[in-house]
Nanobody
Framework: VQLQASGGGLVQAGGSLRLSCAAS????????IGWFRQAPGKERGGVSC????????TYIEAVKGRFTISSDKADNTVYLQMNSLKPEDTAVYYC??????????????WGQGTQVTVSS
C-alpha cells in the first residue's frame, strides 16, 4: 500500500492549489481517504475525508466552502481542491487511507506529505 501526495507549493492569499493523493496497492472502492494537515508547532489534524462507500465528504469548519475533496476511481486518486487560500492554511498536508469505506475510522497508511505555503 502506498499513498503519494503531491501538488503543494507557494501561493498568495486568495489563490488556489489542487492536491493529489495517488493510491497504489489498493482500490479506492473499499477505503475512505482523509486529508490532514500539520502547521509548524501544531498537532496534525483532519481537514477533509471522502467516503468511498457513498461518495459523501466531510470538512472541518475552517475550510468549508473553500476546499472540495473528490475521487477519481479510474486513476485511483483523491484530490483536494483548495480555493481562497489563507495564510492560516499553511501546513504540510497528508493523505491517509481509512480502515474501511466510511470516514471516521482509524487511518492505517499515510502519504509522505506535501507542503502548502500561503503568503499574505
Amino acid at each position: 500500500v502506498q499513498l503519494q501526495a503531491s501538488g503543494g507549493g507557494l501561493v498568495q492569499a486568495g489563490g488556489s492549489l489542487r492536491l493529489s493523493c495517488a493510491a497504489s496497492g489498493f482500490t479506492l472502492d473499499y477505503y475512505a481517504i482523509g486529508w490532514f494537515r500539520q502547521a509548524p508547532g501544531k498537532e496534525r489534524g483532519g481537514v477533509s475525508c471522502i467516503s468511498t462507500a457513498d461518495g459523501s465528504a466531510t470538512y472541518i469548519e475552517a475550510v468549508k466552502g473553500r476546499f472540495t475533496i473528490s475521487s477519481d476511481k479510474a486513476d485511483n486518486t483523491v484530490y483536494l481542491q483548495m480555493n481562497s487560500l489563507k495564510p492560516e492554511d499553511t501546513a504540510v498536508y497528508y493523505c491517509a487511507m481509512g480502515r474501511g469505506p466510511l470516514c471516521g475510522l482509524q487511518y492505517d497508511y499515510w502519504g509522505q506529505g506535501t507542503q502548502v505555503t500561503v503568503s499574505s
